[in-house]
């Protein structure tokens, strides 16, 4: 996996943000802002562009500079969350980069996420869609699973951990405030996640 590899997966996570963009801003409408659609498209833009106009030489820098660029441009909490994951992934990958390389620096990812969100799973948020991807990614690496099935099954398991999400009640972030009317609603978070996951899928496989 090279740094190729790493902006075509911000790029399909881009494509797959964009065709989702109304659905994710509807999930929004329902407990939050309904604005994550929208702004999660315009921060997936502007690293595009950033990827673009400086391509990074390593996958460590892809990452750094996507995640700097998601704190920067996209509003509310989404920024700051989704870039503390992949700026601690770009710290903490190695190179070459293995599976078991990935999977770490993944790991510590959703850590880095789970401390600035104070969240945890079941929590209702973008972390029941990551956590169990993660999960998935190093079940993959003990059980000396492909790379092309390792990362379908973390792209289903972060799928399934955002569907999970919808008979929850909300613990953290605006929607905690509905209390029980939060039950019955996708999260948005954990939908995008778990379009990041597919967009990395897709790009490995």
Do not use: C
């Not at 400086?54 to 704190?71: D, M």
Request: proline share 4%.
């Amino acid at each position: 996996m090279n740094a190729d590899v790493f902006v075509a997966w911000f790029e399909e996570a881009a494509r797959l943000v964009r065709r989702d963009r109304e659905r994710l801003t509807q999930l929004d409408a329902a407990i939050g802002d309904a604005d994550h659609g929208t702004n999660l498209d315009r921060g997936l833009t502007e690293v595009r562009a950033a990827l673009a106009g400086s391509p990074p030489e390593t996958p460590a820098q892809v990452l750094a500079l996507a995640g700097a660029t998601l704190i920067r441009r996209i509003g509310g909490a989404s920024g700051p969350l989704y870039g503390s994951v992949f700026r601690q992934m770009g710290k903490s990958l190695e190179s070459p980069v293995t599976l078991a390389g990935f999977a770490a620096a993944f790991e510590s990812g959703v850590v880095a996420l789970e401390r600035l969100g104070k969240a945890a799973l079941g929590d209702k948020t973008m972390v029941d869609a990551l956590a169990p991807a993660s999960r998935a990614l190093a079940l993959a690496v003990r059980d000396g699973v492909g790379v092309r099935e390792a990362f379908e099954q973390a792209a289903k398991a972060a799928e399934e951990g955002a569907k999970a999400t919808i008979p929850m009640q909300a613990r953290k972030g605006r929607a905690s405030y509905l209390g029980e009317r939060s039950i019955g609603h996708e999260d948005p978070g954990a939908a995008s996640a778990a379009l990041f996951m597919a967009a990395l899928a897709a790009v490995v496989t």
